[in-house]
């Protein structure tokens, strides 16, 4: 018999957070060991941020509800529903929500997110 080519999750990852984000991981360290890439599922709520960070891997964020801003290099993107955005591994970011709706969207990391690889400053 052969093995699957293919996994269902069915029960993501949900990561325990103290600042009201959701994040469920769907593939990843946390919840498959998969360390190629990482897939998860977020919500930020209003006015939520996360300290300047200088991942080691690329990450894609896909927003699919509201939006957000992302400081990359000391320039801000904002990202709408609909839009996407590749930022490459070693640029300084910096996460946050500073509108009064929440933001729904999906992370992609390749290789998959790392608490050890994303160097979080302390802000």
Same mark, same amino acid.
């Given at each position: 018999?052969?093995?699957?080519? =293919? ?8 990561? &325990? ?28 709520? &209003?006015?939520?941020?996360? &300290? ?42 910096? =996460? ?8 729904? =969207?999906?992370?992609?990391?390749? &290789? ?12």
């Amino acid at each position: 018999m052969s093995e699957k080519k =293919y996994f269902l999750q069915t029960a993501p990852f949900r990561v &325990p957070t103290s600042d009201g984000k959701l994040i469920e991981e769907h593939f990843g360290l946390a919840s498959t060991h998969t360390e190629a890439f990482s897939v998860a599922h977020m919500i930020a709520p &209003p006015f939520w941020g996360e &300290p300047h960070q200088t991942p080691e891997f690329d990450e894609v964020t896909i927003v699919i509800r509201g939006k957000k801003q992302i400081e990359v290099d000391g320039e801000n993107v904002e990202l709408s529903a609909g839009q996407t955005l590749h930022i490459k591994a070693g640029a300084r970011i910096r =996460y946050f929500n500073p509108f009064e709706e929440e933001c729904e =969207y999906w992370s992609v990391c390749v &290789p998959a997110f790392n608490i050890n690889t994303v160097n979080r400053e302390d802000d």
